[in-house]
């Protein structure tokens, strides 16, 4: 099994990165590959909305890391997103990345209706957020970061799963052990599933 993860938060020891290395701590021990990229640190452009995409399935601008990323998610079974939330949405490089990476999830029939290109796959998305439960679903806090990127893998036909972090405030910068196992056992479930079916 190959699995990825995508680490949209700018914080390399924050919440976000202890909820993933969790993760992938999880898929290594049952000897799953695991991939990780680090969206702060990777160097790509922003999409220039030009469309040329649609008709020929790959991103027209010059090659950079979002051309590997969308290669690196293509082999991959499982992907796994964390993004803090700012302003009731997803990482702004985290968008800019996925806004790169349309025709990996996406194609156009004849008459321009959507057309999934990763049915069957698999996503996880795990969104953290200071406002605590249960504010953070009705503001549209980490609800809001999770829908944004249910909407791409939906788009894209994958099965998505989400574990939002609420209330980070509380104890800055430490994943709390109850959410420590709601990863834990999420992975168990995902590794499972996609064992099953390969």
Known sequence: MKALIINGSPRPQGVIA?????????LRQAGADVDRIDVYREEFHACVGCMQCRTTAICSLPRDAAHTAGERIATADLLIVGT???WGGMSARLKMLFERLVPLFMGESALGIPQPRQKGKRALVIAAC??????????????????????I???????????????????????PD???????????????IIDKHQ
């Open 178 to 192: 109850k959410k420590r196992g709601q990863i834990i056992l999420r992975m168990k479930k995902e590794i499972k």
């Open 153 to 175: 893998f939906h788009t894209g036909g994958m099965k998505t799963h989400a574990i939002q972090l609420a209330g980070t405030r509380k104890e800055p910068g430490k994943l």
């Open 84 to 86: 803090p939330t700012y």
């Open 18 to 26: 202890q909820a993933l290395d969790t993760a992938a701590d999880e």
């Open 130 to 151: 200071t406002t605590p439960w249960p504010f953070n679903l009705w503001m549209r806090q980490s609800r809001g970061a999770v829908q944004s990127l249910y909407e």
